[in-house]
């Protein structure tokens, strides 16, 4: 039974990314499965984040982390079953928790009976499903079109003798969108499970379902030298971001509307300026277009400043925010700006207006796990190797305990785990000072304070190597404070009010007084006094 308290439950949610793979095994095959991740519900209940949001979970050859889909309707076995599925969903609402499934309408995978089909004649009934075309002049293929990992976006096809189009690997040829009997069957799909109770969907790769129908030549990319991965090397203005994507959004959306209460989010295009058109003006689009100005911005208070500015700046009208600190394509953010950093990036996170999201593992700091090359099993790393492109590091397994397996699994996991000893979830659930049990205060703070989620933000401008905004809801107002460096610095702010969280998590409940001095990389959240 779900349990439907709030109208727009996910503008208040945390949202919680799980690449079920690398969740819990249950059976010992070293791959996490659903069996695995219902007995981890638990973790997500004590944790206290509201939706999880799965990669797919559908049948696949599993080429590229299941975003090769040969059935969208079918529980690939290495995960389970539709019955495990099932009861996925109903544990989940019975605690209280949502259940958003990833959704991959650009591509299928070679294997799809759809593109069997397709490639078997140009008679077949879907002989346009998919993107077929003529051989250039030369007999080569029709235009310059890259695929993002690497080479021609084109393979050439002996039964048809044509060539057809994959944006990623040629075992993800794409769907023909410009074809509306494909739009009616994706839509037949997101309802496939939507009436089975998911709450929503996270739209895979969704500004590129069009592309050029003049089949243009991409221009090369000015700002590409020889760093620069081969197949970023062209701009991709014929291929991604076309305004007739937006209709094929709106479509989508229909469908999410036909549904009480659910949610679509989805990966745009990744600047900042683009991200208003993913909302939709007269006709909606996405609830919430991926945000990853966190993870894109320089860890400095003045870029951070402009950063999130420019992204509350670039929202339509009505438009509700949301913000990712990780994700199974993004590098651990950990890694990137160290562990006392990482406590101030989950203040932030947690604190901002704007729905948070954040990726399994990046509650106890996991940081880039190296693989060592004869495991290596990202198609993006393997076909474009030396560019730092390899999504393995993210990847890897959860450390649950410090045990060599970390409790993952009993068999040979998927992906090396790192140093389990180091980080795990038992460790940090014991101690009352680690990141984990921050993030935990952190979530049960905002969700008892109406003002962290839907108060409005006032920023107070960065000073001192600090940054620091107000949340005000109802006559409550909350001042953060976030010491950006590892020195302590002087926090200026007037008046007084009551401490709440340190994220050195050794000081709360307080009197406290500004200006503050904040020690090496320590945030605040005071509460001001009314
Ligand atoms: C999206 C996914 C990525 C995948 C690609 C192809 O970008 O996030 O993991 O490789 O689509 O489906």
């Known amino acids: 039974m779900k349990r439907r308290h709030h109208k727009e439950w996910w503008q208040r949610a945390v949202i919680y990314e799980i690449a079920p793979i690398s969740f819990q095994d249950s059976n010992g095959d070293g791959n996490g499965d659903l069996p695995g991740l219902l007995r981890r519900l638990e973790y997500l209940e004590w944790l206290g984040i509201d939706a999880i949001w799965l990669t797919p979970i559908y049948r696949s050859p599993m080429l590229d982390l299941g975003y090769d889909i040969s059935d969208f309707c079918a529980v690939d076995p290495l995960f389970g079953t539709l019955e495990d599925f099932d009861r996925l969903v109903e544990t989940l609402h019975a605690r209280d928790l949502r259940l958003i499934l990833d959704f991959v309408p650009n591509h299928t995978s070679d294997k799809h009976t759809w593109f069997r089909g397709s490639r078997s004649s140009r008679k077949h009934p879907k002989s346009d499903w998919y993107i077929w075309e003529e051989p250039a002049a030369n007999g080569g293929p ?20 044509q060539y057809y189009y994959h944006s990623f690997l040629a075992q993800q040829p794409d769907l023909n969108w410009r074809n509306p009997a494909v739009r009616e069957a994706l839509r037949d799909v997101m309802r496939f499970w939507l009436r089975r109770g998911v709450d929503g969907f996270r ?10 129908d003049l089949l243009r030549d991409n221009p090369p990319n000015p700002k590409a030298d020889a760093r620069t991965p081969p197949p970023q090397r062209l701009e991709p203005v014929f291929t991604d971001d076309r305004r007739e994507t937006m209709d094929c959004i709106e479509e989508m959306r229909a469908v999410i509307d036909e549904f009480d209460d659910c ?133 890897s397994p959860m450390p649950w305990d410090a045990s060599a397996l970390g409790g993952f699994t009993t068999g040979e996991p998927w992906l090396p785990l790192g140093d389990t000893s180091q980080r795990n979830v038992h460790q940090q659930m014991q101690d009352p000072k680690s990141l984990l049990s921050l993030y935990r205060e952190l979530i049960s703070l905002r969700r008892r304070e109406p003002a962290l989620t839907r108060g409005e933000l006032r920023p107070v401008r960065s000073r001192n190597d600090i940054f620091s905004f107000a949340r005000t809801f109802k006559g409550s107002e909350f001042l953060i404070g976030l010491n950006l460096v590892h020195e302590p610095r002087e926090w200026e702010w007037q008046g007084a009010g009551t401490l709440l969280v340190s994220t050195h998590l050794d000081r709360k409940e307080q009197p406290l007084k500004g200006p503050t001095l904040l020690r090496a990389d320590e945030g605040l959240i005071v509460e001001l006094a009314s």
């Not at 029709?142 to 003798?161: H, I, K, L, M, Y």
């Not at 600047?271 to 939709?280: E, L, N, V």
């Open 203 to 212: 739209v895979d790769a969704s500004a590129v379902l069009i592309k050029d």
């Open 263 to 395: 949610v679509i989010c989805g990966e745009v295009q990744g600047k900042t300026d683009r991200i208003g058109h993913f909302y939709g003006n007269d006709k909606p689009r996405l609830h919430l277009p991926l945000n990853f100005a966190l993870l894109d911005t320089q860890w400095e208070p003045f870029p951070l400043q402009a950063n999130i500015d420019a992204y509350y700046k670039a929202l339509p009208e009505g438009a509700w925010p949301d913000w990712v600190i990780g994700g199974h394509d993004k590098r651990r953010v950990a890694g990137k700006i160290g562990q006392p950093q990482a406590r101030i990036l989950a203040m932030l996170l947690l604190t901002l207006k704007g729905t948070p999201f954040f990726f399994a593992g990046d509650e106890i700091g996991m940081e880039p796990v190296s693989i060592p090359p004869e495991r290596v099993c990202d198609p993006f790393e393997k076909l474009v190797g030396g560019f730092g492109l390899n999504r393995d590091p993210e990847r």
């Open 142 to 161: 029709p235009n310059n079109w890259q695929s993002r990992f690497g080479g021609s976006a084109w393979e050439w096809d002996e039964v048809r003798e």
